[in-house]
């Protein structure tokens, strides 16, 4: 795993920077970066967030967390999913829902947990906000995604439970800061970040030779990550 600091020394080196590793990226007690140092560090930092941005399915911003839904509250944004006693997961921190990883149980077991299916938020504003059923209240076994982002649970919840609803989501892409933060991809390709910080510095420079290095070591690592951190795509069964 490389941290921050690592990496921007790493860049550092690649380029051929020759004043030493260093010793931190912060800019308190008196120390102060120079200002190709902080062009390497926003290099870096900027080509992590970048790389978060780039698919909005990467496996290594998946994350899984639960809530209690309310009685008769059919809609929850996700500042009401973050609230009260779910640390696992902020708003600030949402980027998507993953639409097929809804779980919904009562028992402290687990043992009446069963899935709940998505529908496309027209189907169930169709359904479960039409008529008498805006006040027909059970155990919801579907979810949808409203415009704005917020979940909708249909049934609407009703007062017998509470009801503990699954859920993973995407999370969104977070910067570096500290000297030992790290990122959430596998360590195998944080070099990545490395050469597409060092491409910039190739570009800031007019340095071709050591953008083209640096795009020969995107091009190798680049497909590996896909491959690795997409979903799989799978077939179906034979039509016939």
């Not at 967390?65 to 997961?89: C, E, M």
């Not at 420079?205 to 795509?233: F, G, H």
């Amino acid at each position: 795993m490389s941290t921050f600091l690592q990496m921007v020394n790493q860049c550092r080196v690649e380029a051929g920077i020759t004043s030493g590793d260093l010793s931190t990226l912060q800019t308190t007690g008196g120390n102060a970066l120079s200002a190709e140092s902080t062009r390497f560090k926003n290099w870096i930092n900027n080509e992590w967030m970048r790389i978060q941005a780039d698919k909005d399915q990467w496996q290594f911003l998946r994350k899984e967390s639960v809530f209690t839904a309310q009685a008769l509250t059919a809609k929850y944004t996700p500042a009401t999913v973050g609230a009260g006693s779910n640390p696992s997961f902020t708003a600030a921190q949402f980027a998507n829902w993953k639409r097929d990883s809804f779980r919904v149980y009562r028992s402290p077991d687990y043992t009446d947990e069963m899935l709940a299916g998505f529908v496309n938020y027209d189907q169930w504003r169709n359904i479960y906000q039409y008529g008498s059923m805006r006040t027909n209240y059970s155990r919801p076994v579907a979810v949808s995604v409203a415009p704005d982002k917020s979940l909708c649970l249909g049934m609407i919840p009703d007062s017998s439970g509470p009801y503990y609803v699954v859920f993973e989501y995407y999370q969104a892409p977070q910067g570096l800061s500290a000297d030992t933060d790290a990122p959430t991809m596998p360590a195998q390709y944080h070099d990545l970040i490395v050469f597409r910080a060092l491409r910039a510095y190739g570009y800031f420079m007019s340095a071709a030779e050591v953008a083209e290095r640096a795009n020969t070591e995107i091009a190798r690592i680049y497909p590996k990550l896909l491959a690795d951190q997409l979903p799989v795509t799978m077939s179906g069964p034979p039509l016939a």
